[in-house]
């Protein structure tokens, strides 16, 4: 579902949905959009404490520079492990750090530490001289490397190197908000292309996958106003086309050719990244974040119990995925420090 099917389906959930097919007033658009966000972040943030590698996305230093959100990264300097800097700048989308690996020396290893252990301060030191020259020799082979996150989104790594490291990075990336655009009026000429008239996706903050996020496209008959007054023409058993990529104000283009006629009204909807089973449970969620206007007592217990329900019925995927994995020891222990130190 995306963004305008979840509302529609919130708003069924809590009974704002008055005779005649109209909706409540009691919930402007920016007031819903933001609360379905809430929504998003808490059911996102819960599914992938049980699937943490979802949507894991892969950068190598090899790769060519690619733009998102705005800011231009540069995986060709900001993933080589210089002699000048130990520290490692990630990606704009950067959420949590999986697995890092070294291009040009496979058998390199790389371990989560805290850079205010007693063992990450030893490492860090023992690897200059008193004049503070790099002692590592270049790409030893074997070398195990320890790292923490510092900052937003830049990784200290210790020891220092004399030479150049390649790496690659595994991570799960953070998703855009869910946002949506209606302004002006679409057309697609039986290709892929999308062409907008007075559109404002960009500015609008509408991402999609070529971000890794998601985007779908519903054409309307009228001209759109508000989420509300299009509340009868969004189906909630219809799949609406993706939205491949967005290059301007104007231009996108769609997953599948179709021929949409000029001056279309149209909405274009983010979509959660999350599994198809698991947007039902996002929107059950914002109804109840909706009621805390109207009842907050009875919105607090029905979004507990519907928390409570949610993480039951993923846990057993995490159960059978947990089986596979090895555990995962203390710090000290991985390092071959007993505990009495």
């Known amino acids: 579902m995306n963004l305008v099917q979840l509302a529609k389906k919130a708003r069924l959930g809590c009974d704002a949905v008055l005779p005649g097919g109209y909706v409540s007033s009691q919930w402007s658009d920016e007031e819903l959009v933001d609360i379905v966000n809430e929504a998003y972040d808490e059911i996102l943030r819960r599914f992938r404490l049980v699937r943490k590698k979802w949507g894991m996305r ?19 300097t900001a993933l080589a492990l210089t002699s000048a800097s130990n520290l490692i700048t990630m990606p704009p989308d950067f959420g949590e ?6 291009l040009n020396n496979r058998t390199v290893r790389f371990f989560p530490a805290q850079m205010e252990g007693a063992y990450f301060i030893d490492r860090e030191q023992e690897s ?16 195990v490397f320890h790292y923490d996150i510092v900052r937003d989104r830049e990784l200290l790594i210790v020891p220092s190197v004399s030479s150049t490291f390649n790496l690659q990075i595994d991570y799960t990336p953070l998703k855009r908000p869910l946002y949506y655009s209606g302004t002006g009026t679409v057309t697609q000429a039986g290709t892929t292309a999308l062409t907008g008239s007075s559109t404002t996706w960009l500015s609008d903050g509408v991402y999609t996958e070529d971000t890794g996020n998601r985007a779908e496209l519903i054409t309307l008959d009228d001209a759109f106003s508000t989420l509300g007054e299009v509340h009868d023409s969004i189906r909630l058993d219809r799949d609406y086309p993706r939205v491949q990529t967005i290059t301007s104000n104007t231009a996108a283009t769609m997953r599948i050719v179709a021929t949409i006629a000029a001056g279309t009204p149209f909405i274009m909807a ?15 969620y914002t109804s109840a974040l909706m009621l805390k206007k109207i009842n907050p007592e009875v919105a607090q217990k029905y979004g507990a119990d519907l928390i409570t329900r949610f993480e039951e019925s993923i846990q057993p995927t ?9 555990a995962i020891t203390e710090d000290a222990e991985e390092f071959g420090v007993s505990g009495d130190h």
């Not at 698991?278 to 059950?284: F, I, N």
Request: hydrophobic share 35%.
């Open 128 to 143: 200059f001289d008193d004049d503070g020259n790099v002692l590592l020799a270049s790409e030893p082979d074997g070398l």
């Open 97 to 102: 750090l999986t697995r890092i690996l070294c």
């Open 58 to 76: 892969t950068v190598k230093q090899t790769d060519s520079a690619f733009e998102y959100y705005g800011e231009t990264y540069t995986p060709s």
């Open 318 to 326: 995490a159960s059978r995925r947990q089986s596979q994995e090895s």
């Open 270 to 284: 983010m979509v959660p990244v999350l599994p198809v089973d698991v947007h039902r449970w996002l929107a059950g």
